[in-house]
C-alpha cells in the first residue's frame, strides 16, 4: 500500500496542467470547447531546428552528455545572454536541464534549508509556491496589485525581507499578466537588495523575448551590475522557439550555486536530451526571424484581445508589455446571476461559467494568488480569440 512522502502530499499538481487535462476531456467527450488555457506557444518549432536535431542524430550524439550541458550549447547560451543583454558569464558559471522548470526545483533544493523564507510576488507562476513547499521552504507571497500594474514595489520588498530570506523570485514578463520591470523599478528593488545581501534573486526571464515594447526588455542583472554575483538568471528555448517538447532550459548565475545544481543534477538524470541540446544550441545562434514574426503575431492578436474584452461590461484588462497571457480582472461580474440561476461569488465561479455555459476554457486567478482576475492565454489563432472574446462578450451580458 502507497502512502505518499509527506513532500508530495503537501504540494498540488500544476493547477494549469489540471485545466489544460479538463480540456481534453471536454473536447473528447464531443464539447464545443475553445481554448483559452494553453501555457505554450501554437507554433510548430521552426524548420531548421527541427533539422538541426535529424543531423546530431546522424552525428551519432545520441549519448549522455557532460552534465552541465554540450560545449556548444554553453557556448550558444554565453553568447545569447552577451547579445542581448550585454552580460558577461564564464563557461562555470552556466547550467543546463530539462526545461526552465527543472533548474528551478534544483535551484532551490540546491540552497533552500527547512523553514528558509522565499519571497513570492503575485500574482505568480503557479510552480514558484508548490517548488519552495516541496524542498521544506516558506512561500512569502506578496500581493502586487493591478494598480502597482502587478509589480513589486520596493517598499513591498522591504518588507517582506526577513532574517530568513534565502530567494526573491521575480518573474518578467510575468505569467500570468505578462507585466514588465523597467530600468528604474529594477534599481529601486536593486536599492533594497543591496541592504539586505544575503538575499540571492531567481530571475525567470523565460518570456523575455515575447516582448511588445519598443525599448529592450532588460533583466536586474544588468539595470543592476553590482547583484549579478547574487542572481541565477533562468530562461530557455521553450516559449522563445515554441520548443516546449524538447525540453531544454538553462540558468546563469554564481559559480558555487551552478556547481551545487550540476551536482544534484549529475545524481538526478545526468544530463537533458543530446538530441534537444543540438536542437537548442542551433536555435540560439541561427536566423533569429521566427522569433521576430511570432511575437508580430502575437502582438496583433494581444491589442484585438485587450480591446475586445475592455468592451465587455464587468471586465477590464491592462495590456501587457510581453509574454502571451492577458489577466483581465472580473471584480464586475462578482455578484450577478448566471441565466441558470448560479450567483457567480469568485473568478472560480467565473471561469466555470465560461466553460459550461458558452464553452470556453481559462483559468482562475486565485491558482495564480491574486483574485478576481483569470487567465487567457493568446498562444492561439486569431479564430479561436475572436471565437473566445464573443462568447465570453455573450456569457457577460447574460449575467443579470
Ligand atoms: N517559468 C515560467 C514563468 C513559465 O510560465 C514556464 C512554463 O510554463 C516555465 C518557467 C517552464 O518552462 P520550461 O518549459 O523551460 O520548463
Same mark, same amino acid.
Given at each position: 500500500?502507497?502512502?505518499p512522502?509527506?513532500?508530495v502530499?503537501?504540494?498540488?499538481?500544476?493547477?494549469? &496542467?489540471a485545466a489544460?487535462? %479538463?480540456?481534453?476531456?471536454l473536447?473528447?467527450a464531443?464539447?464545443?470547447?475553445?481554448? @483559452?488555457a494553453?501555457?505554450?506557444?501554437?507554433?510548430?518549432?521552426?524548420?531548421?531546428?527541427?533539422?538541426?536535431?535529424h543531423?546530431a542524430?546522424?552525428r551519432?550524439?545520441?549519448?549522455?552528455?557532460?552534465?552541465n550541458?554540450?560545449?556548444a550549447? $554553453?557556448?550558444?547560451?554565453?553568447?545569447?545572454?552577451k $547579445?542581448?543583454?550585454?552580460?558577461?558569464?564564464?563557461?562555470n558559471?552556466? !547550467?543546463v536541464?530539462g526545461?526552465?522548470?527543472q533548474i528551478?526545483?534544483l535551484?532551490?533544493?540546491?540552497?533552500?534549508?527547512?523553514g528558509?523564507?522565499?519571497?513570492v510576488p503575485?500574482?505568480?507562476?503557479?510552480?514558484?509556491?508548490? @517548488?519552495?513547499?516541496?524542498?521544506d521552504?516558506?512561500?512569502?507571497i506578496? %500581493?502586487c496589485?493591478?494598480n502597482q500594474?502587478? *509589480?513589486?514595489?520596493?517598499?513591498?520588498?522591504?518588507?517582506?525581507? &526577513?532574517?530568513?530570506?534565502?530567494w526573491?523570485?521575480?518573474?518578467?514578463?510575468?505569467?500570468p499578466?505578462?507585466?514588465?520591470?523597467?530600468?528604474?523599478?529594477l534599481?529601486a528593488?536593486g536599492?533594497?537588495?543591496?541592504?539586505?545581501p544575503?538575499v540571492?534573486?531567481?530571475?525567470?526571464?523565460?518570456?523575455?523575448?515575447?516582448w511588445y515594447r519598443?525599448e529592450?526588455?532588460?533583466?536586474?542583472?544588468?539595470?543592476?551590475p553590482?547583484l549579478?554575483?547574487?542572481?541565477l538568471?533562468?530562461?530557455?528555448?521553450? *516559449?522563445?522557439?515554441? @520548443?516546449? +517538447?524538447?525540453?531544454?532550459?538553462?540558468a546563469?548565475g554564481p559559480a558555487?550555486?551552478?556547481a551545487?545544481i550540476?551536482?544534484l543534477?549529475?545524481?538526478?538524470?545526468s544530463?537533458?536530451?543530446?538530441?534537444?541540446q543540438?536542437?537548442a544550441?542551433?536555435?540560439?545562434?541561427s536566423?533569429?526571424?521566427f522569433v521576430?514574426d511570432?511575437?508580430?503575431l502575437?502582438?496583433e492578436?494581444?491589442?484585438?484581445a !485587450?480591446?475586445?474584452?475592455?468592451a465587455?461590461? +464587468?471586465?477590464? !484588462?491592462l495590456?501587457?508589455?510581453?509574454?502571451?497571457y492577458l489577466?483581465p480582472? !472580473?471584480?464586475?461580474?462578482?455578484? *450577478?446571476?448566471?441565466? +441558470?440561476g448560479?450567483?457567480?461569488e469568485?473568478?472560480?465561479?467565473?471561469?466555470?461559467?465560461?466553460?459550461?455555459?458558452?464553452?470556453?476554457?481559462?483559468?482562475?486567478?486565485?491558482?495564480?494568488?491574486?483574485?478576481?482576475?483569470?487567465?487567457l492565454?493568446?498562444?492561439t489563432? @486569431?479564430?479561436?480569440?475572436?471565437?473566445?472574446?464573443?462568447r465570453?462578450?455573450?456569457?457577460? %451580458?447574460?449575467?443579470r
Amino acid at each position: 500500500i502507497f502512502v505518499p512522502a509527506a513532500r508530495v502530499s503537501r504540494i498540488k499538481i500544476s493547477p494549469t &496542467t489540471a485545466a489544460s487535462a %479538463r480540456v481534453r476531456e471536454l473536447k473528447a467527450a464531443g464539447r464545443d470547447i475553445v481554448d @483559452m488555457a494553453i501555457g505554450e506557444p501554437d507554433f510548430d518549432t521552426p524548420d531548421h531546428v527541427k533539422t538541426a536535431a535529424h543531423e546530431a542524430i546522424d552525428r551519432g550524439e545520441t549519448k549522455y552528455t557532460a552534465v552541465n550541458g554540450t560545449v556548444a550549447l $554553453r557556448k550558444a547560451i554565453i553568447a545569447d545572454y552577451k $547579445r542581448r543583454l550585454g552580460l558577461d558569464y564564464a563557461d562555470n558559471e552556466i !547550467c543546463v536541464g530539462g526545461g526552465a522548470k527543472q533548474i528551478l526545483f534544483l535551484a532551490l533544493m540546491a540552497s533552500v534549508e527547512e523553514g528558509a523564507e522565499v519571497i513570492v510576488p503575485a500574482p505568480y507562476w503557479v510552480s514558484y509556491p508548490d @517548488m519552495v513547499i516541496a524542498n521544506d521552504g516558506k512561500p512569502v507571497i506578496v %500581493r502586487c496589485s493591478e494598480n502597482q500594474g502587478f *509589480k513589486l514595489t520596493a517598499e513591498a520588498l522591504e518588507a517582506a525581507i &526577513t532574517p530568513k530570506t534565502r530567494w526573491l523570485i521575480l518573474n518578467a514578463p510575468s505569467n500570468p499578466t505578462g507585466a514588465a520591470y523597467s530600468r528604474a523599478d529594477l534599481k529601486a528593488i536593486g536599492d533594497v537588495l543591496l541592504r539586505h545581501p544575503d538575499v540571492l534573486v531567481l530571475s525567470d526571464d523565460i518570456y523575455d523575448q515575447i516582448w511588445y515594447r519598443d525599448e529592450p526588455a532588460t533583466t536586474l542583472a544588468a539595470a543592476v551590475p553590482e547583484l549579478k554575483d547574487r542572481v541565477l538568471l533562468a530562461n530557455g528555448v521553450s *516559449k522563445t522557439y515554441a @520548443m516546449t +517538447g524538447w525540453r531544454i532550459g538553462y540558468a546563469a548565475g554564481p559559480a558555487p550555486l551552478v556547481a551545487a545544481i550540476n551536482k544534484l543534477q549529475s545524481q538526478m538524470s545526468s544530463c537533458p536530451s543530446s538530441i534537444s541540446q543540438a536542437a537548442a544550441a542551433h536555435a540560439l545562434t541561427s536566423d533569429q526571424s521566427f522569433v521576430r514574426d511570432s511575437v508580430k503575431l502575437y502582438k496583433e492578436r494581444r491589442d484585438y484581445a !485587450c480591446a475586445r474584452l475592455n468592451a465587455i461590461p +464587468g471586465l477590464s !484588462c491592462l495590456v501587457p508589455d510581453g509574454a502571451f497571457y492577458l489577466y483581465p480582472g !472580473c471584480a464586475g461580474v462578482i455578484g *450577478k446571476t448566471t441565466p +441558470g440561476g448560479k450567483v457567480i461569488e469568485s473568478d472560480l465561479d467565473f471561469v466555470l461559467y465560461l466553460l459550461d455555459d458558452v464553452g470556453v476554457a481559462a483559468v482562475q486567478g486565485a491558482a495564480y494568488g491574486l483574485s478576481p482576475y483569470f487567465r487567457l492565454s493568446i498562444a492561439t489563432s @486569431m479564430e479561436a480569440i475572436k471565437a473566445a472574446c464573443d462568447r465570453i462578450e455573450k456569457a457577460c %451580458r447574460a449575467l443579470r
